[in-house]
């Protein structure tokens, strides 16, 4: 602990006065702008861990951010995202002069109660995506977990939830699962090679899937995991970062964003298609139909088919089990109206950030939570995960009811509970659509999305912008939320919000309506209220898009 002031001093030093906070998922900026940062993060990481008296995680990525970007976060002990009352400590320590760093460090040991002097040497594993910066920035970060007298275990090159599930096994004993990169693809591709198995025949359904990586560390591990399930499921890999740059013009993020095809890939009609983002942790599916349009079947059409297939085996097997659904502000306002009408299943809303959704969906049985852009999975609890595999075993119960509580019993180890996982729902969905026997174009007949559109506007300062109400209505600045709803009550079936994101230096709209015409229109009215009301800078939101 003595050496943290000194090693930060010659190695590590805050050369600017930027301030950063631990956003959406963690910190991110310039890599240039985060060698202090990470080395800070690896102290933090070590007082966290000391405190939990378990294995803490840090992933250096920022996912869906261009390539010059970076960023860090940690992992908590059951692979879930750092508790929020310790955001506030990572943004402070983040941000203190080097001089500070002794007493900032002290004063959040003595806040929690934290030994300093314990003589224990927590181990803190690390991971990182692809960017160039990211193996300089994870050395800044051993540097700190030295200090402040952690121990690395570097994995090198994961996806973040890769990185995630390691913890979680580490910290439960191997019980969740091997904590190592072999472990995760066994644990998937035996849960999926066995629920292939019990899948009926299948007409419609093709079990291809064509990948757009992103040029992204995602493409590394779906040839991995390629390996282990044979010919069960046929992944062919496209921007698998040979001759692209990370996350440009290709990728989840922008395939959501922009609601039209990678780069790098020409969509037949008849084929099945999946975008990851940079770090594996987001999943959106496409197509093109027989007249060339592109349909997108983003997180909530995700959401839907999963709730749709967990509903089925719960009721099948005849258990009692409180299963609900996590959307925020961005999820379709049809993609709500079908999960509430027509699966009733019940659905709440919170603020962006999986965080947010991940603490809700705990508190179901079986919460399903899923974002708009992909970023998702299935949380069972641990008395609902035990009442299963005991039905699946219990004679009392008729063969169907049994054989379906077993079927959920192997879904439960296909979904990476961790976190939202690409290469974990990707497999979900693959074993959905074959159960149900669905090709891509029935499975998008579930209901039709409202058209919609997302923009974001630069301004001088994100942090002008005031949210609440799971972040749809906004309460700064003065009379921007008074515009929005007037420009909405202008437009059928038209909704729209506004939030500064937590991982960009902008501001984001969305807007729904009866047409894309509409959608589009009052995108940009509402973004221009954004442009004048909250400081926008550099050009104005202007119609055609
Ligand atoms: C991160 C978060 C997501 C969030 C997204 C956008 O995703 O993990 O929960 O939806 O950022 O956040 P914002 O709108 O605040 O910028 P990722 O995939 O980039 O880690």
Redesign the pocket.
Known sequence: MERIEEVANRLHPRTGTKFIQY????F?TKGSELDHVMYRMGILAVLRAKLKGATIGVMI?????PEEDN?I?LVDPMGE?LESAWEKYATELANVNDSELMITVKKIASKEQIDLNSGTSPVIFCAYDTRPSSIPLSEAVRDGIEAAGGSLCNFGKLT?PQLHYMVRCKNTDNCYGTSTEEGYYQKLSLAFIKLRQIQGQTQKYQNTVVVDAANGIGAEKAKFLKTYLKDSLNIEIHNDGTNGRLNYLCG??YVKVQQKAPNGLTLKAGSKYASF???A??IVYYYVDNGGTFHLLDGDKIASLVASYLQTLVSESGLTVNLGLVQ?A?ANGSSTDFITQTLQVPVVCVP??????HARALQFDIGVYF?A?G?GTVLFSDAVTEKIRSAASDVNLTDKQRKSASELCIAINLINQTV?DAISDMLLVEIVLGTQDLDIENWDKMYTDLPNRQLKVKVQDRTVIETTDAERRAVKPAGLQENVDNLVSKVPNGRSFV??????D?V?IYAEADTQQNADKLAVEVALKVYDLAGGVGDKPHLPL
């Open positions: 956003g959406t998922a963690g991110r990525t920022a996912s869906h951010n960023g976060k995202m973040t989840a993020d983002d940079g770090d942790d987001r925020t961005y962006t950030g999986v965080k947010h959704l974002e852009n970023h939202g939030r500064p994101s937590g991982t960009e902008v984001r």
